[in-house]
């Protein structure tokens, strides 16, 4: 059974930071690409960033602020996110894409108050 659980989610003031966890079942390797995504209320999921192959993938709203790692001995990916702001606030959900299959995990909330 694949598994992708997310953890690090929670509550912080503008200008603050947490770090995402994505702890990934060895079974759903190897795969084109992992990456983390977020859905703000009443909006549509959107790409935040995305790790493949030979590249590193950012929305331009994040660029400069995330930083997404893999841990390929964890089998763990990770979302540092710092300077926090409250367009951020959404459900982060991790992906990870195994030739044309899309694997998601169950989102943890973030909330960044102003």
């Known amino acids: 059974q694949v598994q992708l659980v997310e953890s690090g989610g929670g509550l912080v003031q503008a200008g603050g930071s947490l770090r995402l966890s994505c702890t990934i079942s060895?079974?759903?390797?190897?795969?084109?690409?992992l990456g983390w995504y977020r859905q703000a209320p009443g909006k549509q999921r959107d790409l935040v960033a995305a790790?493949?192959?030979?590249?590193?993938n950012y929305a331009d709203s994040v660029k400069g602020r995330f930083t997404v790692s893999k841990d390929v001995a964890k089998n763990t990916l990770y979302l540092q996110m710092n300077s926090l702001k409250p367009e951020d606030t959404g459900v982060y959900y991790c992906?990870?894409?195994?030739?044309?299959?899309?694997?998601w995990g169950q989102g943890t909330q973030v909330t960044v108050s102003s």
């Open positions: 060895r079974n759903i390797f190897p795969v084109k690409a």
């Open positions: 790790i493949t192959s030979d590249r590193i």
């Open positions: 992906n990870a894409r195994r030739f044309e299959t899309d694997y």
